[in-house]
DNA sequence: CATCGGACCTGTTAGC
DNA sequence: TGCTAACAGGTCCGAT
């Protein structure tokens, strides 16, 4: 489910009620994630008081004195705040109970997610090989076009390798490369410059809108607070397949790269 | 190295 | 109405 705008999103719903306040209690109802949930991480959270939660990539980090809490949310992951009264729902495997007496859930249902520990002052190994934040001064086009030389496969496969740039999933990729005018199935090593130019501009804009939007609402992501994003108005092709392009009304195209479904309009991307 | 396919799971929907 | 197959926002890992 989640890409990087709906993770940011995810934080920025936390933050309020998550930082300063103290974890009284961290139920495991069910540890058969990814990877199991390790015991020391009930271990280490317990009696802590949350100082930041932050995000690197699509994972979040709960920092506690000692280390962080390392979450991601996998495809069908969320975290929800509830009260004490409410019920547990199918697939609610984790919950911490805060101090303030709101409990933050998370929820699920394909248990793709994880949640581990990395020590203060260590990188953990899942963090360890990843590329740059898209917003960030060592994402840019230079970056993109050096390391796509000789590379064959789909620009749009390139574009989602968390070693290029982090946080460009799915749906975004798709956006993003229609805004440049791409064709997906291009391959990486024949884009030139100029067109990472306009790439690199566009990921980082179609991610901040996203954002701002509080994310894409497809079937099922909400916020902590239960409110959906509203992005998905703004989708020019992902999931629009024989639909008008927005731009010149041929219909949108279905292809698929990497065995995932990509959209594109084979008019404006070239 | 780059690239590919399989693996991990459950729920929803399209199609017969 | 019921069954089955395809598909879903991620990404790791091993084989080639």
Partial sequence: MPELPEVETTRRGLEPHLVGARIAAFDVREARLRWPVPAELVERLVGQRVSAIRRRSKYLLIDVDGGSALVHLGMS????????????????????????????????PRR????????AGE????LSRLGPEPF????????????????????????????????????????????????PRRAAGRVALARYQRLAEVVRTVLGEAIDQGGTTLRDFLRPQGTPGYFA?????????GAACRRCATPIRRVVLGQRASFYCPQCQR
């Avoid at 609610?92 to 929820?107: A, M, V």
């Avoid at 793709?112 to 020590?119: A, D, E, H, I």
């Avoid at 001064?137 to 968390?162: H, I, T, Y």
């Avoid at 749906?171 to 005018?181: D, Q």
């Fill in 77 to 108: 992951g969320s975290l929800r705040f509830d009260a004490q009264t409410d019920p547990r729902r199918t697939h609610d495997h984790l919950q911490l109970h805060l101090e303030t007496g709101l409990l933050l859930r998370y929820n699920d």
């Fill in 112 to 119: 793709f997610g994880c949640w581990l520990w990395q020590p």
């Fill in 123 to 126: 990188t953990h190994p899942l």
């Fill in 136 to 183: 960030s001064e060592d994402f840019d086009a230079n970056r993109l076009w050096r390391l796509s030389r000789g590379r064959q496969s789909a620009v749009k496969n390139f574009l989602m390798d968390p070693a290029i740039v982090v946080g460009v999933g799915n749906i975004y990729a798709s956006e993003a490369l229609f805004r440049a005018g791409i064709d």
């Fill in 233 to 241: 108005q703004s989708l020019n092709v992902y999931d629009r397949a």
